[in-house]
């Protein structure tokens, strides 16, 4: 089967620092997505992994592991306007298709 | 701003009825895919058209059918509506090449479709 884990929902203060972790499971892979989601809008586009290791742009980053099938969006200097959902997705065998996890709802506390 | 845009922004149905929904993609963009979004979960992917053809599908049964347009912009449409089809609909467009390149899929802002 084909399944997206990660945590439901984290909690953070302003100018820290988060780490949401994404777990998959597909058939095949072809590179790992990682958008934000703000209530009652679309997802934007974040970061795009398909080798291992760490992509950095600005304050975040994503890290990809393939072999664990196992990512991570890395995000600094926390603003309230991070407050939002945080979606990992999976490109697998087809190209045409990407699956979504649930998403990781992010509360930025003053 | 991505330059996808969709119509309508929301939407009130009655169950058994039919709805179209509309997607214009992104300047360059040759290749539209259409999700549907539950309130709390993830997109769920729904089919994919390039060059006007179906390029994949998801778990979504046959009264969901979409076109795609010579200028990109496509239809999701959907018959005998049922309650549960009540959500949020996205499109994305990306760039495709004939040899199937894989690029970043980018968001228009939704079509809320509440089904009564």
């Known amino acids: 089967g084909q399944n997206i884990d990660q945590p439901t929902e984290m909690t953070a203060t302003e100018g820290a620092i988060v780490q949401i972790n994404c777990t998959y499971q597909?058939?095949?892979?072809?590179?790992l997505f990682w958008y934000q989601q703000h209530a009652g809008e679309a997802p934007t586009f974040l970061s795009y992994?398909?080798?291992?290791g760490l992509e950095e742009k600005g304050r975040f980053s994503s890290f990809l592991s393939r072999s664990k099938g196992y990512s991570y969006l890395l995000l600094k200097e926390l603003q309230m306007k991070d407050s939002a959902s945080y979606l990992c997705a999976v490109r697998g065998l087809s190209a045409s298709k990407i699956i979504f996890g649930s998403g990781t709802r992010l509360s930025i506390r003053p | 701003e991505t330059g996808v845009t969709q119509s309508p922004t929301h939407l009130i149905k009655t169950r058994g009825q039919q709805v179209t929904l509309r997607c214009s993609s992104q300047s360059g963009h040759n290749t539209v895919s259409w999700y549907q979004q539950a309130l709390g979960q993830g997109p769920q992917f729904i089919f994919q058209?390039?060059?006007?053809?179906?390029?994949g599908r998801g778990n979504f049964p046959p009264r969901f059918s979409g076109l795609q347009f010579p200028n990109y912009s496509s239809e999701l449409n959907v018959n005998a509506l049922e309650l549960d089809d009540s959500a949020l609909y996205l499109c994305?467009?990306?760039?495709?090449?004939?040899?199937?390149?894989?690029?970043?899929?980018?968001f228009g802002p939704g079509t809320r479709l509440t089904v009564l």
């Open positions: 992994n398909v080798l291992d």
């Open positions: 058209y390039y060059r006007e053809e179906e390029n």
């Open positions: 597909t058939s095949g892979f072809n590179g």
């Open positions: 994305a467009s990306s760039v495709a090449t004939s040899g199937g390149k894989r690029d970043t899929q980018y």
